[in-house]
């Protein structure tokens, strides 16, 4: 069996290279089954894809799924949005934490893992991805200071909702700018008294060209921020209050917002909230 898996080079491996805990890195990814293949694109992903696909991978350390029914597609802003077209695209996320400066190394291992998945007829073809990249951690922000959960727990904090928010600069410099404007000022100020604890940014990263021909090139790599808001409301208790003008973030700060797009948890194991999809 030794030779079969080179297991004696997975000692080697474990003794060299980085191995804290800090997100460094994430996959964000937002699909949409096809219709009438609701149910068995959940059961794909919950009996398989998630775990053969994702958390069974080297220094992917988290990963948590969420949900968007009919109701929570139509909080959705912008109406004309430039990542889901129509804005309610992209019923499923995920989201997965990969420790800092191991990215190389993971995407060396997803890809080839990926390539033997879709060889065994172990992908599930009757889907769209509508926002897929891998993003590098840009900054977190707290709510409550040095209280309460880090964002390395946030995947396994039982948070109860979470807000996808894509927002677009101008350029590169314009980016870094926002950014920094973001963390000093508006984001502070809006979770101060909210029931978000934290956001955390991302700048997404070109996928490799040996990826899945099914996965379509990320846009945006030098412009755009991922932000992901953790709540501890159901964001439908909560939308109109805090929530429903994240439209307007980051827009006198030279950002566009592209996508505000609550979530909640899916339940594993279960089909629960795949009849609420349309």
């Known amino acids: 069996m030794s030779e079969e898996t080179r297991s004696d080079t997975y000692a080697e491996l474990a003794a060299v290279g980085p191995y804290g805990v800090r997100p460094g890195h994430a996959l964000i990814t937002m699909v949409e089954p096809h219709p009438g293949h609701e149910h068995s694109y959940n059961r794909w992903y919950e009996d398989d894809h998630y775990y053969a696909g994702a958390m069974a991978m080297p220094w992917m350390y988290a990963g948590r799924r969420w949900v968007a029914t009919r109701e929570l597609q ?120 909210s029931p978000a604890a934290m956001v955390t940014a991302f700048r997404p990263t070109p996928l490799p060209g040996d990826r899945m021909t099914y996965v379509k090139q990320v846009e945006g790599v030098d412009t755009r921020l991922t932000l992901l808001w953790f709540l501890e409301e159901d964001p439908r208790t909560c939308w109109t209050e805090h929530f429903a003008d994240l439209e307007a973030l980051g827009g006198n700060d030279g950002g566009r917002v592209e996508l505000v797009a609550p979530f909640i948890p899916t339940v594993p194991g279960t089909d629960r909230y795949v009849d609420e999809l349309r």
């Open 74 to 193: 139509l909080l959705r802003v912008p109406e004309k949005s430039a990542v889901a077209r129509p804005v309610t695209t992209g019923c499923y996320l995920s989201t997965y934490w990969i420790t800092e400066g191991r990215y190389d190394d993971h995407m060396k291992w997803t890809v080839g893992i990926n390539k033997r998945l879709n060889r065994d007829a172990r992908v599930h073809q009757e889907r769209t991805h509508v926002f897929t990249a891998f993003q590098d951690h840009a900054a977190t922000v707290y709510r409550d200071g040095a209280a309460g959960p880090r964002d390395f727990h946030a995947l396994d904090h039982p948070y109860a909702g979470l807000v996808l928010q894509v927002v677009d600069a101008d350029g590169p410099r314009e980016r870094d700018a926002l950014l920094d404007r973001l963390c000093r000022g508006e984001l502070p100020r809006r979770l101060a008294g």
